[in-house]
T-cell receptor, first 111, second 112 residues
């Protein structure tokens, strides 16, 4: 399968714990995006990488969120001290131009 | 910040009827994209529009970009049950920004 993959697909954690998600983009795609989507809403932009450089980060993101893309390949999104409001689907997308290919997402539930 | 609104929020149509969703941005766009998300699935890219007044067609789907590059529409002719899903527009603001803002989405239900 040469599409975008995300792991884990589901994560249940207790409030206050840290979680880390991984995204593996399509191999030749240099652009990578993270989004958050809650039920009935459109994907909400979190951050954008071009190769290994993080070029944009949403002002909506608190300091508890951090993302990395070492070597411009896979990316990780970490949420520290999770809160119930962080429960959502976290989507990763990759692209060469502006056409984004989305992964299946990681569904996070904070109890 | 940039806001992208879509109307209607929901639309129920009989199979064979036409459907249109409208997308409006608070700021001028460099380009606009449309995505479809099936229930339980992830967004899938449909098309990108770049030029002012541009119209593109994909079989029964017609996409239009407004002259001012602040609005767009998606029209589906003779809907089928396979058209069910939520349709999102996503705008990239002009000015060299990289942040794509997704619209609020229009959920289409097709009644057979």
């Amino acid at each position: 399968d040469t599409g975008v993959s995300q792991n884990p697909r589901h994560k249940i954690t207790k409030r206050g714990q840290n979680v880390t998600f991984r995204c593996d983009p399509i191999s030749e795609h240099n652009r990578l995006y993270w989004y958050r989507q809650t039920l009935g809403q459109g994907p909400e932009f979190l951050t954008y990488f071009q190769n290994e450089a993080q070029l944009e980060k949403s002002r909506l993101l608190s300091d508890r969120f951090s993302a990395e893309r070492p070597k411009g390949s896979f990316s990780t999104l970490e949420i520290q001290r999770t809160e119930q409001g962080d429960s959502a689907m976290y989507l990763c997308a990759s692209s060469i131009t502006w056409e984004q290919y989305f992964g299946p997402g990681t569904r996070l539930t904070v109890t | 910040g940039q806001q992208v609104m879509q109307i209607p929020q929901y639309q129920h149509v009989q199979e064979g009827e036409d459907f249109t969703t409208y997308c409006n941005s608070s700021t001028t766009l460099s380009n606009i994209q449309w995505y479809k998300q099936r229930p339980g699935g992830h967004p899938v890219f449909l098309i990108q529009l770049v030029k002012s007044g541009e119209v593109k067609k994909q079989k029964r789907l017609t996409f239009q970009f407004g002259e001012a590059k602040k609005n767009s529409s998606l029209h589906i002719t003779a809907t089928q049950t396979t058209d069910v899903g939520t349709y999102f527009c996503a705008g990239l603001p002009s000015g060299g920004y990289q942040k794509v803002t997704f619209g609020t989405g229009t959920k289409l239900q097709v009644i057979p």
